[in-house]
């Protein structure tokens, strides 16, 4: 009991102080453009689940709210499940709908950290598993979107959860008494249905845990992970309502749409706006080593130096860590060479990026192992720094993260997206409601996330042109793909702006 405390004392330690400061901070976070849409969505999803939805003259596409034609895709396993927490939180806190989506998103994210952890003791010490599990939890990037991304952080959940539980299945010796080891593969089964359900290429992680079955050559085992991957398939089925009706056609539809992905949007990179179907290779691997902190792939490097000499020595239980490595190459492989739509950051890829932090958590093994208690602590402490000062620094934009190696948030401002997501709109409707209370204020672009606010300020659709405005009438504009400097309105005098330093992503303006 006693070795169970301490293995478990570091993580809830972990987990209480995010919550304290998510507690003090998750109302600073604006709306993401998705959120409004996709929220819409997990409201309208659960009529599929009432017998109204079988009524003759239903209209079954009403289940996926005002954007069927793109929500039907994506798999509301973790709306189904989140939605009566973030109404219930709502309700007890007080807060809006939004804020409370906020704060069930990040507390999604702590148990993708607490599961990370109990991956990472496999194969580290207490200690050495979380400094690096902190070392994820304190990325600036995965901070921001740990609050307004209820699509690739839940996956990134959803998939640790589910190679969790398989690597728990395939540890129990070829011999064990089955009554030892359902309750894991039941579960393997059901997290990998909803992570398939939350998006369609979440097999994937299945196939982490195959191949983990395959190097420890638990052959023997092939049969009832067979029969767990017929329990997923049901569990994606049940929760996923676009595919009641042609389970396979309408799965085939998915993977087309979510392998060609038609999307045109404008993404500035390198100082250039490229369409996002037409991104050079680079941006996925520049995009890795610009927006996770400056230790992270010093630490990658020494961590992957280590594995390297603990397999040839045999001092490390390497079966489970390679599959990470082949996921990871296959779709790293797959951006570069094919170049799929990308754009804001690699914020669709968070799920392959387990392998990097887990690599920290060998540099952090191999390091303090020679150091002392004190001294590891201190040097751990170190390493953490920048993604501790880099949340303070660009609360509430964290998600707008860059290192140093570029000049942090404000280098890469005019030459790399920032505020993608037009988070900016909360301080500055909430200062515009403030300082100029009635007046109307004309919108740039995404009105219906200005809307989403509750503003009581008249939001207007903004004029075709700088004629078209009223002398003294105000417009909010952003700073995503540099459109202020590329749009007609630019040059209208800037009454306020707001961002991090002297990177501005919203400014409120003034026609003289």
Same mark, same amino acid.
Request: glycine content about 8%.
């Given at each position: 009991m006693k070795d169970k405390g301490i293995r478990y004392f570091p993580i809830l330690v972990l987990l209480l102080v995010n919550l304290v400061l998510a507690a003090f901070s998750f109302k600073d976070q604006g709306i993401s453009w998705d959120e409004p849409l996709f929220y819409d969505y997990a409201d309208a999803i659960r009529t599929a689940y009432t017998p109204q939805a079988f009524a003759d003259n239903f209209d079954f596409n009403s289940v996926y709210g005002k954007s069927a034609s793109d929500h039907q895709y994506y798999g509301p396993a973790y709306l189904l499940i989140a939605q009566p927490l973030a109404k219930g939180l709502s309700e007890l806190l007080g807060s809006n709908i939004y804020q409370s989506w906020h704060l069930v998103n990040f507390l999604t994210f702590q148990v993708g950290l607490l599961v990370f952890y109990l991956l990472l003791i496999r194969w580290l010490k207490p200690f050495q598993a979380i400094a690096s599990t902190a070392f994820l939890a304190w990325q600036p990037l995965f901070w921001g979107h740990a609050y307004n991304n209820p699509k690739d952080i839940p996956f990134l959940v959803f998939c640790l959860a589910t190679i969790y539980f398989g690597f728990k299945f395939v540890d129990f010796p070829d011999k064990s008494p089955f009554k030892k080891y359902?309750?894991?593969?039941?579960?393997?089964?059901?997290?990998?249905?909803?992570?398939?359900?939350?998006?369609? %290429?979440?097999?994937?992680?299945?196939?982490?845990?195959?191949?983990?079955?395959?190097?420890?050559?638990?052959?023997?085992?092939?049969?009832?992970?067979?029969?767990?991957?017929?329990?997923?398939?049901?569990?994606?089925?049940?929760?996923?309502?676009?595919?009641?009706?042609?389970?396979?056609?309408?799965?085939?539809?998915?993977?087309?749409?979510?392998?060609?992905?038609?999307?045109?949007?404008?993404?500035?990179?390198?100082?250039? %706006?490229?369409?996002?179907?037409?991104?050079?290779?680079?941006?996925?691997?520049?995009?890795?080593?610009?927006?996770?902190?400056?230790?992270?792939?010093?630490?990658?490097?020494?961590?992957?130096?280590?594995?390297?000499?603990?397999?040839?020595?045999?001092?490390?239980?390497?079966?489970?860590?390679?599959?990470?490595?082949?996921?990871?190459?296959?779709?790293?492989?797959?951006?570069?060479?094919?170049?799929?739509?990308?754009?804001?950051?690699?914020?669709?890829?968070?799920?392959?990026?387990?392998?990097?932090?887990?690599?920290?958590?060998?540099?952090?093994?191999?390091?303090?192992?020679?150091?002392?208690?004190?001294?590891?602590?201190?040097?751990?402490?170190?390493?953490?720094?920048?993604?501790?000062?880099?949340?303070?620094?660009?609360?509430?934009?964290?998600?707008?993260?860059?290192?140093?190696?570029?000049?942090?948030?404000?280098?890469?401002?005019?030459?790399?997206?920032?505020?993608?997501?037009?988070?900016c709109y909360q301080p500055a409707l909430q200062w515009f409601q403030e300082d100029h209370p009635g007046q109307p204020l004309s919108i740039q672009r995404e009105i219906q996330l200005a809307r989403a606010y509750g503003s009581v300020t008249p939001l207007l659709e903004l004029a075709p042109s700088v004629d078209d405005l009223p002398t003294g009438s105000f417009l909010l504009s952003h700073s995503r793909a540099n459109l202020d400097q590329r749009s007609v309105f630019r040059n209208i005098p800037i009454v306020k702006s707001f961002g991090v330093g002297d990177a501005n992503f919203c400014n409120i303006k003034r026609v003289e």
């Open positions: 359902w309750g894991a593969l039941l579960l393997f089964g059901l997290f990998l249905g909803l992570t398939s359900s939350v998006r369609v %290429i979440g097999p994937f992680a299945g196939g982490i845990v195959f191949l983990n079955l395959l190097f420890q050559k638990r052959f023997s085992k092939i049969p009832l992970f067979l029969v767990a991957g017929i329990f997923a398939i049901l569990v994606m089925i049940l929760s996923w309502p676009y595919l009641w009706t042609d389970p396979v056609n309408n799965l085939l539809a998915v993977l087309k749409h979510m392998s060609n992905n038609p999307t045109e949007l404008a993404v500035l990179y390198n100082g250039q %706006i490229f369409r996002a179907n037409s991104m050079p290779a680079s941006f996925i691997p520049k995009m890795l080593v610009i927006t996770l902190t400056e230790p992270t792939w010093f630490l990658v490097i020494i961590g992957g130096i280590a594995l390297v000499r603990w397999m040839i020595n045999k001092e490390i239980e390497w079966q489970s860590i390679l599959p990470f490595f082949v996921l990871f190459g296959l779709l790293l492989s797959y951006i570069i060479l094919l170049k799929p739509a990308v754009y804001d950051g690699f914020r669709h890829f968070f799920f392959i990026t387990p392998i990097l932090f887990i690599l920290v958590g060998l540099a952090f093994r191999l390091i303090t192992e020679k150091l002392t208690n004190r001294v590891a602590f201190a040097f751990t402490l170190l390493l953490l720094f920048p993604g501790i000062f880099g949340i303070l620094q660009n609360h509430p934009y964290e998600y707008s993260y860059y290192n140093q190696f570029v000049g942090g948030t404000t280098g890469a401002y005019r030459n790399y997206e920032t505020d993608y997501w037009l988070t």
